[in-house]
């Protein structure tokens, strides 16, 4: 017997409306993170009954729980993402592992169920990131990829740099109450938003079609921004070239479990990874730096400094969906090299930031600005680019990735990197801060934005006519 046809099949099976489910799942991960940060001090002095001079040392091991989490639990989600039939379930998982560390750190009294819920926000975010952008890339098809990961990106960026605000200022008009029930408030559109989510394929059953971009142009999926030569040898040199994605008989048995380990040899992946991993730390390193500099500037409060990050993020915002698109339109080797080129004068240029009164504040604004532009370029040209490598390997070799492909093993590996990062970001800026200053921390991360545009510039794409015999 026919299954009968869902309540709003359309809709709920939209592009809009699965790009807008993961883009909230993304949100509601970063934001809970980011609001709970705050009070964690708070939580171990009142309840926990911690003495003041142990607090920084076990709110350092719980943030260190959430990240090892997140680190350890990504690869294995995306090999379960790839192996089961629909994405839907395990992110709805997901967000049931992230609805009881929420619980548990609203009501636990004692540091091991702080350090479980931790467990589990981490577990989570390995999840949400590794399934949500294969849902994406499952939705839009790899030739819409950059516009909607900058878009996405763009938007949960809020996420991630209001909420600490939002955590401290809730926490002292409201207290614990206040913090933990907009947090479930938003948990709760979250639930809502993935229960009623049909992905295309199970839609397909029903004869509901749209466009996803993944059809008409797939011959042309990792060809955009590449440096080829049209001539009459061409069929021949691509022919040649899609042998190179040939994966031979005889890989291990743990190879063929997590296929996604023979594409770590490729150095497109590996820099693509690379562009992850700098991403997430220059990420990090603002989130780190900005409030302890605005304080020791200009004498800001944590409310102050938090909407220092609106010069940060708004160009983030505004310019993450045009820089998607000409990743899209032009492939991610501009984007990659011009983006972090741009990044290390604009970085040198905090140097610049002196304390003082409103001026000075305006210059770090404005500083704080051309560096959002940056982060906007660079927000999606590695996830595009490890997308295109590893689809390559994917068509070349369809019975050995199985029927969905390795993409969520790939997004597993990339959220895995990613988080480290995250981690790695704040003790790297931190620590150079306090050694060198602000100024000169800025010109290492500067340097390490100039290793990675040259970088991009031999690898991303594939190697450049000029260095090719």
């Not at 991960?29 to 709970?36: A, Q, R």
């Not at 042309?220 to 080829?228: D, I, K, P, R, T």
């Not at 080129?341 to 305006?362: C, D, E, K, M, N």
Request: charged share 15%; aromatic share 8%; proline share 6%.
């Amino acid at each position: 017997m026919a299954k009968s046809k869902p309540i709003g099949l359309a809709w709920r099976s939209s592009t809009l409306f699965i790009v807008s489910t993961v883009g909230i799942g993304l949100f509601t991960d970063l934001f809970l993170y980011g609001l709970v940060v705050p009070i964690l001090p708070f939580i171990l002095e009142d309840r926990v009954n911690l003495p003041k001079d142990q607090v920084q040392g076990h709110v350092s091991a719980l943030l260190a729980a959430y990240a090892g989490a997140s680190v350890l639990f990504s690869p294995p989600a995306g090999i379960i993402a790839d192996r089961v039939p629909t994405r839907q379930a395990p992110f709805l998982l997901g967000l049931v592992a992230l609805l009881g560390a929420t619980i548990m750190l609203s009501l636990g009294q004692s540091v091991p169920v702080l350090i479980v819920a931790r467990v589990l926000q981490g577990t989570s975010a390995a999840v949400v990131w590794t399934i949500g952008l294969a849902l994406v890339l499952d939705t839009v098809g790899p030739n819409n990829l950059g516009k909607t990961i900058g878009s996405i990106f763009g938007f949960i960026s809020i996420g991630e740099l209001a909420a600490p605000v939002l955590g401290g200022v809730v926490y002292k008009k409201a207290g614990y109450p206040g913090v933990f029930g907009m947090a479930f408030a938003i948990l709760a559109i979250d639930f809502v938003m993935r229960l009623m989510l049909i992905e295309k394929k199970v839609a397909a059953q029903w004869d509901v079609t749209e466009e996803s971009g993944d059809d008409d142009e797939e011959e042309q999926v990792g060809n955009a921004g590449e440096e080829e030569d049209a001539n009459e040898e061409e069929p021949l040199l691509r022919k040649k070239e899609e042998d190179n994605y040939k994966v031979p008989d005889g890989q291990s048995k743990v190879v063929k479990g997590y296929p996604i380990l023979y594409c770590l040899k490729d150095p497109r992946l590996l820099t693509a990874l690379l562009l992850a991993f700098n991403q997430a730390t220059l990420l990090a390193a603002f989130d780190a730096t900005i409030p302890t500099e605005a304080e020791q500037l200009f004498g800001f409060d944590s409310l102050k400094s938090g909407l220092l990050f609106i010069a940060l993020v708004l160009p983030y915002l505004l310019l993450g969906p045009v820089a998607g698109w000409m990743v899209d339109r032009y492939g991610p080797k501009p984007a990659a090299v011009l983006g972090f080129g741009y990044l290390v004068p604009v970085l040198i240029l905090l140097r610049l930031a002196r304390s003082g009164g409103t001026s000075q504040v305006v210059i770090f604004c404005v500083l704080l600005s051309l560096n959002g532009i940056g982060l906007a370029v660079i927000g999606s040209p590695s996830i595009v680019e490890a997308s295109y490598v590893v689809q390559r390997y994917d068509k070349a070799n369809p019975d050995f990735f199985g029927k969905q492909g390795p993409y969520a093993q790939l997004y597993g590996i990339n959220s895995m990197v990613f988080s480290l990062g995250l981690t790695l970001g704040p003790l790297i800026s931190g620590g150079l801060r306090e050694s060198i200053g602000y100024g000169n921390m800025s010109v290492v991360i500067a340097m390490l934005c100039l290793v990675t545009s040259l970088l991009s510039f031999i690898f991303v794409g594939g190697k450049p006519r000029v260095m090719r015999r």
